[in-house]
Structure formats: structure tokens, C-alpha cells
């Protein structure tokens, strides 16, 4: 928590390191800290009657409220208010984003009118989004922009409109509940790691004071006036000494030695550290940056620029840190662990999460194992128990490494649905293109201004138009019809027993699922993962929106047993038909991965299986484990059940895999 707090200080004392993302688990407050923030920063003046907050001093020229009238002293009227924290909710619209025409001036007064968004009411203050890794794919595109340019445009039902937008982004996430895109990730200047405290003294202290504030608001913020006054003030001083902080050429030259050495890609990793650090001398009351504020700057701004794959954890090795500041001519080149009292001022800890690195490299996922010489199904108990090369017993309960991860065909589900935006499949959503309208249901989810002016048309002169604005009849309203991408239930049903057992086989199919959750992770959608031997199945992963945990679940899978190739089928469709009733817009594909062996309950009983998922409208891909110059053909008979297409194992990222649930429907 306390190097939270210096993050979000050092970016009210310098605006201009660029927010900050908070990583933590659910219950540590971070919520409640960042929303505290907003109490501590100084009061700002904007020109009075400007919906866009415009500084007095210098007020934008393209501001859509203006020209600003000027006063005797050739400034704007101004007026002074607190700082604003708005928080844009994950569900937000567009339109409430960025702003849109004002529909009532438009069609009562005949007028176009630009009624402002978030991003406006932002301008020069805190935007913050909590479960930020939850926003929808078109408004991080729109926060994006903004960032980038610090101006929004907007260009939509005939408005066209640029403000200002320029503020501090600070998002909240549970890592749980997936990744952020990289593109966003990088534009959050600082990231802290947070987690709850193992201290039964602490944890019990926040208890106490949490009951205490519930039983008497007004007492407990009075007792800690004094406190946050003083914290206030701290924060107006360390903005009045920033622009003297001088960042020396050795300071300079330790910044860009240690973005360097982490291979951070561009060099807004430098710009930010470097202005973490001059924030952090200017708190620290130091008219030099210092190697401290460097390596501690260094903290924050780097780990989340470290990620080279999407199922790595933000983390920063403090040895290499270390070294880099020594090699750029640190005088103190010890860390904080070597310093009891720790940095000054409440300075970062190194309570960063190390990353699992990543997915091990091994054999190309499309390498094939010697062949197993099986020619019986009847033979099938004594492979489980036998490599596939049959020299001797599998290895049973082990964890083999996966192979080497590459960039799979799209599998899509068909047709057009109407679930969660995404990138996977296509369907009408909420957000994405115009293709057309239509007359709405109860009400309209999204007003189609020229289709409704159009209907209405018509009709002016029988309903006694004789004002600018149009006379409208709610038979006059035409909804938008909007088409895009919608993210599916990638369901894993992945066989682990004996007969999978063999190193190379098994390390190809890892790698092969690492690839297709990769691609999950890419396309915003839900995985989950059934995994089945022995004597049954189990739920290794429920459907969730963390592909990092599913890749997790999956480097830690065991193989060994026999194979209830039925039992996984079964309770695949059991963990789809429960995610239906609570999700019913997202629609599942369903991904087999088997040789097709069952030699605990049967293949009759796995064939039953395959058309109960059918039964059901489950698409499905069946990937065909299968090796050696004798083939049972096993997977093709439970692809064919089961209503869905059967794909070697070397096949997944080849041309083969192009259209291959479309030509299933067809099929069907």
C-alpha cells in the first residue's frame, strides 16, 4: 500500500508521469485509495461558463465554448473549484465517452448542439476507470486516442467537435479477470502491485478503524483532518519546487542505462521514469535526482513494460537494476533490501510479483513422436500404460514442459450472434459499424438520428409543423443496427491419460492449447478447461475471462491413468450448460483434444457423449492426437458424433484449419 500511495502522490506532484494501474486482488481497497486522491489535489482554476474547464491563463483557441470574453487584465473571467476524479464506468457507452449531438436541442430547437462526455468533464483532472481490464474493446480505442493527443475528436450525426482532454488515467484491475491490451498498458505511466496484509496485528488494525468510520463518519474523517491537510500541502509544495529539480547528466544517463538494459520497447519507458524520478526529488525536497530516485522511479514505471507475453506477470529483477545503475555510475549502487530503514518518504518496496516467464520453449508443436504401433482397441488398457513408442512404462502423474507457442487459424463460431463485444466471431453488438436500422422492440437501444428525421419527414405538414423543430410520434423512432465481433466460451476439453503420457506428445499438445489460448487472450473471450483420466473428469479452470490462469492450470497439468474419454465429453456439456443460463449471449465452441481412445467407460458411451454436445448447438473442433503408421481413426467417429470438424494435431496453424467450423455448419 505505501508504494500505491507514492505512485498516486508522485502523479498529483507531476501529472505528467502519466497515471497509474493498480494490479491487486479483490478487498485490498484499492479502490478506496485511488478514489481518496482526489481530496489531496489542489484546487484548479477554469474559465467561468466553460463546460471544457479551460485555464484562464491560456485558454484553447479551438475550445467549442469559445472565444472566452477577456477581462481588464487580458485574461479570462475565472472562477475556482476542486479537482474533479470521474470515473468512467466499464458499461459506459460511446456517446457518454466522448459526447455526442445534443438530441433534444436538435429536434426541439432544430439546432445542432454538442452535449459533452466524460472525457471533457476529466479535462485537467483524475479519469478512473476501476476493473479497467474490463473495458470494451471500443472505448479503450477512444481513451487511446485521447491520451495519445491530449484532444478528443468527435465526428459523428453530423457534430464535429475537438476539446481539450487531457488527464490522469488511473485504473484499478483483478489480474484474475484477465490482461489489459498492451497498447493501454503502456499509456498507464506507473504500476503498483498490491495485496492484502498477512499481519494479524495490521489487518486487525484496518478492521478496527473501518468499524470506527462506520459508526461515526463526520468523527473519524475530523480526527485525521489535520493529517490529510498536511498531506495536501506537502503536494502543493513538491509542485511549486518541481520545475526547479535539476535531472543531471548522471541521473539522465542511469535513466536511459536502465530502460536499456530491461529492453523496453520504444522510449516512453525513459520519459516516464525520468519524470517519476524528478516528481519523487521534488517530494523528497532534493534539488538533484538522486540514484534513489532513479531506482526507485525505475520501480514503477518499468515492470509492466517488461511483458513480452501475455501470460507473463509485470516484474522487475532487482539484481539487473542494480547493475545497470552501477554500470551507469551509481556512487550507491546498493538496493533498498541492503538499507533497513528503506527508501525516504514512503519510497517503493519491491513487492512486485515475478512473472512465470512465460511459456518454456521445446519441440515445434507440429513434431511428431515416433508411432505407437497400436493396431487393436482392444489394446488400449496396455497402452495407457506404455509410452507410445512402447519401450517401457508412461511416466505417470508428470508435468511435461509445452512446446513452443505460434499463431493459430481463427476458429469462429457461424452465423451472426448478439453476445459480448470481442474479436472473435461476428455479431451484433451494442458498439462497431452502422449497417443499417430498423424499428425498435419496447425501446430503442441506440437512436438512429437520419432514420428517425426521415420517417418523420413525411408527416410535418399533417401534424401542423409551424416552429424550427420537427413534430415527432414514437412510430417515428428507428434504432441503429450496429455489426462487429463478439467474444465466445472457449472451452478446453484436453485428454491427460496414459496414453498422452509420452514427453514429446504431450509438450506438442500444450503447446498447441498455449497457442489457442494466446489467440483467446487477443480475442477477449472466456476460457475454461476440462481436463479427464483416470476414472473421471474435472473442472481444472471454470469459465473465466483470465486466459493467464488457464495457461497456468495448464503448465501444471499432470498425465497418467486411463482415459474416460466420456466423462470429459459429459461434463464439458455440463459446464456449457450451466454457463449458458448464466451468460446466454455468449455463445460456446467447444475444443476436444484426444487421441480418441476410451478405455474407462467405452466408446459407445463417449459417441453418446458427442451427440448430447450436439444436441445442445455446441460448435465443435475436435483435434486429433493420433500418431504412428497405424490409426484407429478414433477422433474422426467423435468429430462426426458430434457434429464437428477433426484436426491433426500438426494441422493447427496450416491453411487446412481456414473456414473449418464454417464447412462443420455446412456439413450439419
Not at 405538414?461 to 443496427?481: H, I, M, T
Not at 467474444?487 to 498422452?500: E, Y
Request: some cysteine; aromatic content about 2%.
Amino acid at each position: 500500500m505505501a508504494d500505491l500511495k507514492l505512485a498516486l502522490l508522485l502523479n498529483a506532484v507531476s501529472p505528467a508521469v502519466g497515471g497509474v494501474l493498480v494490479r491487486g486482488e479483490k478487498g485490498t481497497a484499492k479502490s478506496t485509495v485511488v478514489r481518496a486522491l482526489a481530496a489531496l489535489l489542489p484546487d484548479l482554476a477554469a474559465v467561468t461558463g466553460c463546460r471544457f474547464a479551460c485555464d484562464p491563463a491560456a485558454p484553447d483557441p479551438e475550445c467549442p465554448d469559445g472565444p472566452h470574453p477577456a477581462e481588464a487584465d487580458g485574461t479570462a473571467a475565472a472562477r475556482t473549484r476542486p479537482a474533479r476524479l470521474v470515473e468512467l464506468p466499464v458499461g459506459a457507452s460511446e456517446d457518454r465517452l466522448v459526447g455526442s449531438l445534443d438530441i433534444e436541442r436538435a429536434l426541439t430547437e432544430g439546432v445542432k448542439a454538442f452535449e459533452p462526455g466524460l472525457l471533457a468533464a476529466a479535462h485537467r483532472g483524475v479519469l478512473y476507470v476501476d476493473e479497467v481490464n474490463l473495458l470494451h474493446d471500443h472505448l479503450v480505442d477512444l481513451l487511446l486516442d485521447a491520451a495519445a493527443m491530449g484532444t478528443s475528436h468527435v465526428e459523428r450525426e453530423g457534430v464535429s467537435v475537438r476539446h481539450a482532454a487531457r488527464f490522469l488515467l488511473v485504473g484499478t484491475m483483478n489480474p484474475e479477470e484477465g490482461e489489459l491490451r498492451p497498447q493501454l498498458l503502456d499509456r498507464f505511466g506507473l504500476t503498483v502491485e498490491v495485496a492484502a496484509t498477512r499481519d494479524p496485528a495490521e489487518r486487525a488494525e484496518v478492521v478496527r478503524r473501518r468499524l470506527a468510520f462506520e459508526a461515526d463518519p463526520e468523527a473519524f474523517a475530523a480526527a485525521r483532518a489535520e493529517e490529510e491537510a498536511e498531506l495536501a500541502r506537502h503536494i502543493r509544495r513538491a509542485r511549486e519546487r518541481l520545475p526547479g529539480v535539476v535531472l543531471t547528466d548522471t541521473a539522465l544517463r542511469q535513466v536511459t542505462a536502465v530502460c536499456a538494459a530491461f529492453e523496453v520497447d520504444g522510449l516512453r519507458a525513459d520519459l516516464v521514469t525520468a519524470r517519476a524520478a524528478m516528481a519523487l526529488a521534488a517530494w523528497r525536497d532534493h534539488a538533484e535526482v538522486t540514484a534513489d530516485d532513479v531506482r526507485d522511479a525505475a520501480r514503477l514505471a518499468l515492470p509492466h513494460r517488461r511483458r513480452r507475453d501475455p501470460f507473463d506477470a509485470p516484474d522487475l529483477d532487482e539484481d539487473r537494476l542494480r547493475e545497470a545503475l552501477d554500470q551507469a555510475g551509481d556512487a550507491d549502487p546498493k538496493g533498498p533490501e541492503d538499507d533497513p530503514d528503506g527508501p525516504d518518504d514512503g519510497g517503493p518496496g519491491s513487492g512486485e510479483s515475478p512473472g512465470d516467464g512465460g511459456a518454456p520453449s521445446g519441440d515445434a508443436p507440429g513434431e511428431r513422436p515416433p508411432g505407437s504401433g497400436a493396431a487393436q482397441e482392444a489394446a488400449g488398457d496396455a497402452a495407457d500404460e506404455r509410452t507410445e513408442d512402447g519401450s517401457g512404462p508412461a511416466p505417470q502423474d508428470a508435468a511435461a514442459d509445452p512446446g513452443e507457442t505460434y499463431r493459430p487459424r481463427l476458429l469462429s463460431v457461424s452465423g451472426i450472434g448478439a453476445g459480448t463485444p470481442g474479436r472473435r466471431s461476428r455479431a451484433e453488438t451494442p458498439f462497431g459499424r452502422t449497417s443499417g436500422a430498423r424499428t425498435p422492440g419496447e425501446r430503442a437501444a441506440a437512436l438512429h438520428l437520419p432514420a428517425t428525421l426521415r420517417a418523420a419527414a413525411p408527416h410535418q405538414r399533417a401534424r401542423g409543423r409551424s416552429g424550427p423543430g420537427l413534430v415527432l410520434r414514437s412510430g417515428d423512432l428507428r434504432e441503429a443496427v450496429r455489426e462487429g465481433r463478439e467474444g465466445n466460451l472457449v472451452l478446453f476439453c484436453v485428454d491427460a491419460s496414459g496414453s498422452m503420457a509420452a514427453r514429446t506428445r504431450m509438450r506438442a499438445v500444450k503447446g498447441a492449447v498455449l497457442s489457442l489460448l494466446l489467440d483467446a487472450y487477443q480475442r477477449r473471450d472466456k476460457v475454461g478447461l476440462v481436463v479427464f483420466r483416470g476414472r473421471g473428469a474435472e473442472v481444472a479452470l471454470p469459465p473465466t475471462s483470465s486466459v493467464e490462469a488457464g495457461a497456468r492450470r495448464l503448465r501444471e497439468l499432470r498425465t497418467g491413468g486411463r482415459t474416460p474419454l466420456a466423462a470429459g465429453l459429459l461434463r464439458s456439456a455440463d459446464v456449457l450448460r450451466v454457463e449458458r443460463m448464466r451468460d446466454p449471449r455468449r455463445r460456446p465452441l467447444l475444443v476436444v483434444v484426444t487421441d480418441g481412445r476410451a478405455t474407462h467407460g467405452g466408446l459407445d458411451d463417449a459417441l453418446r457423449a458427442g451427440a448430447r454436445i450436439r444436441a445442445q448447438g455446441v460448435q465443435s473442433v475436435v483435434v486429433d492426437c493420433e500418431s504412428g503408421p497405424v490409426r484407429l481413426g478414433l477422433a474422426g467417429r467423435l468429430a462426426a458424433e458430434t457434429g464437428g470438424a477433426r484436426v491433426g494435431l500438426e494441422e493447427l496453424g496450416a491453411d487446412a484449419l481456414t473456414g473449418l467450423v464454417r464447412h462443420t455448419r455446412r456439413a450439419a
